[in-house]
């Protein structure tokens, strides 16, 4: 059993930037993929950014692509998400979610969740 804890959230403006956390308990850092997904209310949530068990593989939506990077620090069990260069439309419900299969684009290729943080960027 894992559990995720996301922190970081909060109110940027536009063009500024956010650092999420996500702490992970109960696995063993690197032995599971992070990813991170963001939900606004009345739309499907969507995947923003992932990242390998080892680190070495990243993956990002076309829309965050060149403005989010993600990290893990498996020493500490926690993945980031820095996003800069933020827009309105990155305002939603961030969420990190924990994989131990291979697959880390979709949702259903998720085990673990985590309760979300909330970030809004006004313009």
């Known amino acids: 059993q894992v559990q995720l804890v996301e922190s970081g959230g909060g109110l940027a403006q536009a063009g500024g930037s956010l650092r999420l956390s996500c702490a992970a308990s109960?696995?063993?850092?690197?032995?599971?993929?992070v990813g991170w997904f963001r939900q606004v209310p009345g739309k499907e949530r969507e995947f923003v950014s992932a990242?390998?068990?080892?680190?070495?593989?990243?993956y990002y939506a076309d829309s965050v692509k060149g403005r989010f990077a993600i990290s893990r620090d498996n020493a500490k069990n926690t993945v980031y998400l820095q996003m800069n260069s933020l827009k309105p439309e990155d305002t939603a419900v961030y969420y990190c979610?924990?994989?131990?299969?291979?697959?880390?684009?979709?949702?259903?290729?998720?085990?673990?969740w985590g309760q979300g943080t909330q970030v809004t960027v006004s313009s």
């Open positions: 979610a924990a994989a131990y299969g291979l697959g880390l684009h979709g949702q259903n290729e998720y085990d673990y």
């Open positions: 109960g696995g063993t850092g690197g032995s599971y993929g």
């Open positions: 990242i390998s068990q080892s680190g070495v593989r990243t």
